[in-house]
């Protein structure tokens, strides 16, 4: 299905839009990647949902324009869901896209529906240490060992060599986010032009600051809406930090998906599909 490209906040954007009934938008993660998530779209039955998928400001077939902070991110958002002519709908991100939907739902409660947080990291900055540390924990040791010579060697590598090495990290980093390695050709592309690294250096930088704020802190602790949040047991990203953010909103569910990882409905569709239809099916009954 062919997309769309619209101006939206004076960018232009690429959306999809499929089905009828309640709308859903998915938020893609990165930041600065593109939209890889009609496989989780898919769960759902566009029969009974609308499902809406973009990529934002900066990614592959959006404008690549700035500004590249998350008030504007969150902005981006709120106009797509007028120029669609929506009254409400639910939100769904996963990984960076987890935060970009908490971020929106908190500033534009009355918008939302429900989230849906997917393999997110919570707001406390601390997760960096411990996906480090469970990053490497979850290579076998032949791969660990080789990640952290490349990693001690790339500084004096140049041109093929040095592109050849990052590569590498790239593959030996990203097969940690799966619990069956057997899928890694499943994952999305993260390199090329399917990522803007500007992008995922200004938004990665900010995010820090804008989590540790009490002002965000206190805010999103006041909201009312359903909220799903779903974790991989397997992913290096600690859920604990999850579970945490979770436990201290007022109308949320925690669920952890066994033998999954980074991209849950890569390990375990099944259940993924599962808690994801009766959480939306619960919702439509209130």
Same mark, same amino acid.
């Given at each position: ?11 232009? @954007?690429?959306? @999809? ?22 496989? @989780? ?60 939907? !908490? ?68 593959? @030996? ?82 669920? !952890? ?30």
């Amino acid at each position: 299905m062919q997309g769309i490209i619209a101006k939206v906040n004076g960018v232009s @954007l690429w959306y @999809l839009v499929q089905g009828q009934g309640t709308p859903i938008v998915f938020l893609h993660g990165g930041p600065g990647a593109y939209d890889y998530l009609e496989p @989780l779209s898919a769960l759902l039955d566009d029969n009974c949902f609308q499902l809406i998928r973009y990529e934002q400001r900066g990614s592959w077939r959006s404008e690549k324009t700035g500004p590249y902070n998350i008030e504007t991110f969150i902005e981006d958002l709120e106009q797509l869901r007028i120029h669609l002519g929506l009254k409400n709908w639910v939100v769904c991100g996963h990984s960076w896209g987890a935060s970009l939907a !908490l971020v929106y739902a908190t500033k534009y409660p009355r918008n939302v529906k429900a989230l849906i947080y997917i393999s997110g990291t919570g707001i406390d900055t601390a997760w960096h240490l411990d996906y480090r540390e469970n990053r490497l924990n979850s290579m076998t040791p032949s791969d660990r060992a080789e990640y952290m010579y490349l990693r001690s060697a790339i500084a004096t590598m140049e041109g093929e060599k040095r592109a050849h090495t990052q590569h590498r990290l790239r593959e @030996l980093s990203l097969r940690t986010d799966l619990f069956n390695q057997n899928n890694f050709h499943k994952l999305p592309r993260m390199d090329g032009q399917f990522v803007n690294n500007e992008v995922n250096q200004k938004l990665g930088a900010e995010c820090n600051v804008y989590f540790g704020s009490e002002e965000f802190k206190q805010a999103v602790a006041f909201n009312k809406f359903p909220s799903l949040f779903v974790h991989g047991e397997a992913d290096p990203r600690p859920y604990r930090y999850v579970a945490e953010l979770a436990a201290n909103l007022q109308n949320c569910e925690f669920v !952890l998906i066994p033998h999954a990882g980074h991209y849950p409905w890569l390990d375990n569709a099944a259940i993924l599909k599962k808690y994801i239809n009766e959480f939306l099916s619960r919702i439509s009954r209130q």
